[in-house]
T-cell receptor
Framework: DAKTTQPTSMDCAEGRAANLPCNHSTISGNEYVYWYRQIHSQGPQYIIHGLKNNETNEMASLIITEDRKSSTLILPHATLRDTAVYYCIAGSSNTGKLIFGQGTTLQVKP | GAVVSQHPSWVICKSGTSVKIECRSLDFQATTMFWYRQFPKQSLMLMATSNEGSKATYEQGVEKDKFLINHASLTLSTLTVTSAHPEDSSFYIC??????????????FGAGSRLTVL
């Protein structure tokens, strides 16, 4: 699985969009980009995933660059409950497993 | 949506005893489940892949005799920490693939089980 690089921490004002970047410059053609988040002392929660195209669901939007070397997770209107560690993972469906990096700690402030 | 249940949520045991943690997929069948452990202020570390009807595949550095994994049915995998010691105290989390988009590998995670070994 390709290695991902994320900023250690970010702050965001409540009600504003949170843009979380992820670098995955060694991603291979069959690897998806997955985003999960973990709120303190809970199991990770799935947010969104994509291969090439931008994706949007009820939680977030995922923007993947054309060369697929980086992506951005967008929480359009961050709330205090979005405070969590956000993990960007590049994974292949061949093995099925997801390898977690260190993630970004997002602090949403009032 | 897909739900993965873990039991117990937390457990305290004495050093030298064994502890079993159950992971169940409640509304789907999972031929493969994954076990992770997480120490305070650290990320999740994959321990092993649990395969229904066959032996688990362990990640490098994980002792298979220490962490026994059994995947006896399509909805249940168990992790047994044998002869637990204080350094085994950790947050153990399981996950399972619930299907979904072809080619993707969306995992659903349990809420985790916190083990404290005294």
């Amino acid at each position: 699985d390709a290695k991902t690089t994320q900023p250690t921490s970010m702050d965001c004002a409540e009600g504003r969009a949170a843009n979380l970047p992820c670098n995955h410059s060694t991603i291979s053609g069959n690897e998806y980009v997955y985003w999960y988040r973990q709120i303190h002392s809970q199991g990770p929660q799935y947010i969104i995933h994509g291969l090439k195209n931008n994706e949007t669901n009820e939680m977030a939007s995922l923007i993947i660059t054309e060369d697929r070397k980086s992506s951005t997770l967008i929480l359009p209107h961050a709330t205090l409950r979005d405070t969590a560690v956000y993990y960007c993972i590049a994974g292949s469906s061949n093995t099925g497993k997801l390898i977690f990096g260190q993630g970004t700690t997002l602090q949403v402030k009032p | 949506g897909a739900v993965v249940s873990q039991h117990p949520s937390w457990v305290i045991c004495k050093s030298g005893t064994s502890v079993k943690i159950e992971c169940r997929s409640l509304d789907f069948q999972a031929t493969t489940m994954f076990w992770y452990r997480q120490f305070p202020k650290q990320s999740l570390m994959l321990m092993a892949t649990s395969n229904e009807g066959s032996k688990a595949t362990y990640e490098q550095g994980v002792e298979k005799d220490k962490f026994l994994i059994n995947h006896a049915s399509l909805t249940l995998s168990t992790l047994t920490v044998t002869s637990a010691h204080p350094e085994d105290s950790s947050f153990y989390i399981c996950s399972a693939r619930a299907g979904g988009a072809s080619g993707a590998n969306v995992l659903t995670f349990g809420a985790g089980s916190r083990l404290t070994v005294l």
